[in-house]
T-cell receptor, first 115, second 114 residues
């Protein structure tokens, strides 16, 4: 079965640089979520989109922005990177509606290292 | 506020013995509860979910969990551990009345020895 695709899988950046992470949801899933998992931490919700509109917002820094495109893929843009942004970034997707009752399926994650 | 508490940060078992990973939740509403597993350097895989149907939920790889409202618990069990079960396990709640975000517990590391 098709899964959530994230690219790149690994990314190394310098402080103050920008990064763009991409997420391709499972086909026919219209809701996308982004999570950040710091070293040894549990995943923390950043933001979600339903039908290309932001549906929920968590602890996403102002330096980060995200959007969902017409083909339902999503991009997380991160600017002025800081050392503390080093983490595993997960994208998840769910099949129907605003996601209140649907399971979220996670991608393999993008490991961002900021030097 | 909704939250989950995983009562053990680390559980060690021998191969072939039962597994018990404990989770308590706090929710003002009837929540959806999940267990996810994360193997080293891998993504999060759904083990099972509870969404107000049967209180005993069966998942993949022989895992199951029982929702006990009176105890606000959702413990994960497996009758016989396998070496491949060694991983990080997250108990997760989604408060149905409050947005789409999943709220993760701090995780339990399961070690399995031969």
């Amino acid at each position: 079965a098709a899964g959530v695709i994230q690219s790149p899988r690994h990314l190394i950046k310098e402080k103050r640089e920008t990064a763009t992470l991409k997420c391709y949801p499972i086909p026919r899933h219209d809701t996308v979520y982004w999570y950040q998992q710091g070293p040894g931490q549990d995943p923390q919700f950043l933001i979600s989109f339903y039908e290309k509109m932001q549906s929920d917002k968590g602890s996403i820094p102002d330096r980060f922005s995200a959007q969902q495109f017409s083909d339902y893929h999503s991009e997380l843009n991160m600017s002025s990177l800081e050392l503390g942004d080093s983490a595993l970034y997960f994208c998840a997707s769910s099949p129907v509606g605003r996601g209140y009752t649907d399971t979220q399926y996670f991608g393999p994650g993008t490991r961002l290292t900021v030097l | 506020a909704q939250s989950v508490t995983q009562l053990d940060s680390h559980v060690s078992v021998s191969e072939g013995t039962p597994v018990l990973l404990r989770c308590n939740y706090s929710s003002s509403y009837s929540p959806s509860l999940f267990w996810y597993v994360q193997h080293p350097n891998k993504g999060l895989q759904l083990l099972l979910k509870y969404t107000s149907a049967a209180t005993l939920v069966k998942g993949i790889n022989g895992f199951e969990a029982e929702f006990k409202k009176s105890e606000t618990s959702f413990h994960l069990t497996k009758p016989s551990a396998h070496m491949s079960d060694a991983a990080e396990y997250f108990c997760v709640v989604r408060p149905n009345q409050a947005g789409t975000a999943l709220i993760f517990g701090k995780g339990t590391t399961l070690s399995v020895s031969s």
